[in-house]
């Protein structure tokens, strides 16, 4: 492979990846909608989790491939995007002690202690995520498989002279920058 092919094999490999989220992000959202899940419901907080990391998965470092870059992002949701990937980065996905300051209280993950009269107990701060985000989020996710869509068909029709003629499963190679652009795999899907 040349070296533009090789690395517009691994686009085309995060544009698969990126599309698969994608479709994840608007479904869960959707159901999260149409069911009406609601602040008091348990599977809130683990739906909306779901959310912010799976739209961040292709934005994120991929090991042997990299991640999707901004310009993807319409210009008139790079604030929704912006703070969908600082939420997933240092709330959702994962637990930074001095993550961003949340409003008036301090660092947004805190464990405090209540002292009452009668008792006294330590608690952890679990910010939810804002559900009426959630119909923004599914027109963006929208919009993103439809340009995620055009650049795979874009890429796939211009390395398609490279698709072996013999019947059987191939490997998108990503690995190996002097092999060829698909290279056999041991079968899992039956093809005859």
């Not at 910010?127 to 068909?153: G, M, T, W, Y």
């Amino acid at each position: 492979m040349r070296p533009e092919e090789f690395e517009d094999a691994k686009l085309l490999w995060k544009m698969f990846y990126a599309g698969q989220s994608f479709e994840h992000v608007r479904a869960t959202a959707e159901h999260i909608l149409k069911e009406n899940i609601s602040a008091d419901d348990a599977m809130l907080y683990p739906l909306m989790t779901a959310v912010y990391v799976l739209y961040g998965k292709p934005f994120r470092k991929s090991h042997g491939v990299g991640c999707l870059g901004e310009e993807l992002i319409p210009l008139q949701y790079k604030e929704l995007h912006q703070d969908f990937l600082k939420h997933r980065d240092k709330i959702l996905a994962h637990s930074d002690a001095n993550g961003f300051e949340w409003f008036d209280v301090g660092q947004a993950n805190q464990v405090r202690l209540v002292r009452r009269s009668t008792d006294k107990s330590l608690i952890c701060s679990q910010l939810q995520a804002n559900p009426a985000l959630l119909p923004h989020i599914i027109s963006l996710c929208l919009e993103l498989q439809e340009r995620v869509e055009i650049k795979k068909l874009e890429l796939f029709k211009r390395y398609e002279k490279y698709v072996p003629a013999q019947i059987g499963e191939y490997i998108l190679n990503i690995e190996d920058s002097s092999g060829d652009f698909f290279r056999p795999a041991t079968p899992v899907i039956k093809t005859e």
